[in-house]
Each structure stands twice: as structure tokens, then as C-alpha cells.
């Protein structure tokens, strides 16, 4: 009896210490930055994204290097009709980019392995038009995924309300690439851009 009684107390002694290490230690999403126009928060990947942990997390990632990754970023909007598909705009308009960019440097030099930073983000003047995704740090390269997508607005425009862009895919600049679910860049997701840090 007394076997089973030390059993038991190093079976559960063994729990403790391996989810007490720093890989099973969770915590409850940690708010970044909150405001009418901004959200940036420090959680768990969704359980549908595809699992690639663990992150190079925290991470310092300067301010200026994630603003100008961020103001560089454009998509195009998909058509019905073969090779008529509109000019590349920019996914965040620049005074999105930098309210976004300072934050979201903080977020990665704060987040856990097992965290993303999520965020949501519209122009001051408009903040009905959210645009919505998940950001992390793999290897030396920074994950950007675009989740919802709503176009910002530009000076001189006239529509009071315009609708989530319907189909649309982020178009990679510079040593950027799609994020693809198989070998040889292959089963792309097109509303997730990876960018080398160094």
C-alpha cells in the first residue's frame, strides 16, 4: 500500500515540474494597448491556425522596422473577370501603421513562446473600419496575418461606410513571401505575409 501511496506522490510530483516549466506556463491575454481606435493583445494562437511553435518570443523588434513593414504592406482585390483585378492598395493607411507599430513592437518583446499578438486597428476619423490579424516572431522573420480586412479611407473620399474588402490577397514585396501549408511553396495562404528580419 505504502508503494502505491510513493507511486502516486512521484507520479504527481513529475505533473508538477513538467507543467510548471516555461512552455506549459499560460496566462490570460495581457491588453497591450486598448482604445477606440487600437487593440493590441498578447494571446494563445487560435486552435484552426496551423500549430508552429514554439515563437522566438519575446522578441525586440524596433518600432521604425515594424512601421515601415507594415505602411510597405498592400493587397489586391480579387475579380470574377480574368485579368482585370484592380491597383494594389495599402493594407493600413500610414496613420494606422503608426499608431499600430510602436505597439506592436512592445507586444513582441513582451509576448511568451506559445503567444501571438493580436490586433485590431481603424483610422481615427473612421473607426468602423477595423482591420484585424495576428503578428509573431519565427526563426528571425515576422509572421503578419490579415484576418478582416477593411480598406482605409484616403483623403477625398466620399462613401460615408464601405464594406470589408470581399476578395482579396496580400501581395508580398520585398524578400516577403506567403506563408504555405506544403513543401515547394505550395497550398499558399494568401492573407499571411512572412518578412526576414535580418
Keep these: 500500500m505504502n508503494s502505491i501511496v510513493a ?13 510548471s516549466s516555461p512552455s506549459c ?11 477606440d481606435t487600437l487593440s493590441v493583445v ?24 515594424v512601421l515601415e513593414i507594415l505602411a510597405s504592406l498592400d493587397y489586391g482585390e480579387g ?4 485579368f482585370s483585378q484592380g491597383q ?22 513582451q509576448a511568451l513562446p506559445q503567444e501571438v499578438a493580436a490586433f485590431s ?3 481615427e476619423d473612421r473607426p468602423d473600419r477595423l482591420t484585424k490579424g495576428l503578428s509573431f516572431v519565427l526563426g528571425d522573420e515576422l509572421h503578419l496575418i490579415v484576418d478582416e480586412l477593411r480598406k482605409p479611407s484616403y483623403q477625398g473620399e466620399q462613401q460615408p461606410y464601405q464594406q470589408p474588402a470581399s476578395r482579396w490577397e496580400l501581395i508580398p514585396g520585398n524578400k516577403q513571401r506567403h506563408y504555405a501549408t506544403l513543401p515547394g511553396g505550395k497550398g ?3 492573407n499571411w505575409i512572412i ?3 535580418r
Design 25 to 35: 506556463v499560460t496566462r490570460p491575454n495581457l491588453v497591450i494597448h486598448q482604445s
Design 88 to 109: 494594389p492598395r495599402r493594407v493600413f493607411s500610414r496613420g494606422q501603421a503608426e499608431l499600430l507599430a510602436p505597439e506592436l513592437s512592445m507586444a513582441l518583446g
Design 42 to 65: 498578447l494571446r494563445e494562437m487560435p486552435s484552426w491556425r496551423p500549430s508552429i511553435e514554439p515563437h522566438n518570443h519575446p522578441y525586440r523588434v524596433p518600432s521604425n522596422v
Design 121 to 123: 486597428v481603424a483610422d
Design 7 to 19: 507511486k502516486i506522490g512521484v507520479i504527481a510530483a513529475l505533473l508538477l515540474a513538467l507543467c
Design 188 to 190: 499558399m495562404t494568401t
Design 79 to 82: 475579380s470574377l473577370l480574368p
Design 195 to 197: 518578412t526576414p528580419l
